[in-house]
């Protein structure tokens, strides 16, 4: 070798570099808490400065082996800041518990940001299904829930021609401009009971600080 010194400085160069890189790649998971193991993550724009900010669903494994015990898992929002994370959420009342999905299993099904806003969906039953989403967005200096997308069907048999299965009751709704679709279906023939599309009176946004799934 023609330059040992160089080559081993070299070397000790690209190790720091590496180590620094993988510290700050995943420095977020200092905020998972201890017990506690990553289930979900989502990262994007909440706060509309254009950096991406992190979102983690956490479970605790332990706690979760007792089936008849709903413990909820931890949902935990990090904005970016500089070089670092602040976590600006911590709760335990927005993310359904294990057992919470009936014969289905586990009612998670996903996180995600889009447009600024975090979506959240779970899903559960047997032959009876249910799905919801619950949409919250970053305003006024915290998180508020601006939209929800309710849908139960007996998920046996299914009406082709109006694309949906039988006794479907589905409702979404857009809290900030009262705009909301409702519609349900007979639970024996293809035909909708009621297929409504209106605007209700807006009502005050309910926090996530204050946002209780299980209510």
Known sequence: MKNPALYLLSFL???SV???????KNDWEKFISKGYDLLDSCSGDL??????????????EKLESDPEKEIGRKLIILF????GWKKVVETDKVIMCKSCG????DPFAAI???NNVLVIDHYGGSN???ASTHRFRFQNGAFYLIGKTHDYSWNVERCETLDAFLATEYEDENLVTGQYVYK?????VCKWLKNEKGKRPVKPLQALANFDISK
Not at 80 to 83: D, P, T
């Open 112 to 114: 995600a940001i889009k």
């Open 80 to 83: 970016k800041e500089g070089s």
């Open 128 to 130: 009876w299904r249910w």
């Open 102 to 105: 009936g014969v289905f299993g």
């Open 18 to 24: 590496s180590g620094y890189t993988q510290q700050t």
């Open 47 to 60: 706060n509309k400065d254009n950096i991406a900010d992190k979102v983690l669903v956490l479970y605790n």
């Open 184 to 188: 349900k279906m007979d639970e024996k």
């Open 13 to 15: 160069l690209l190790l």
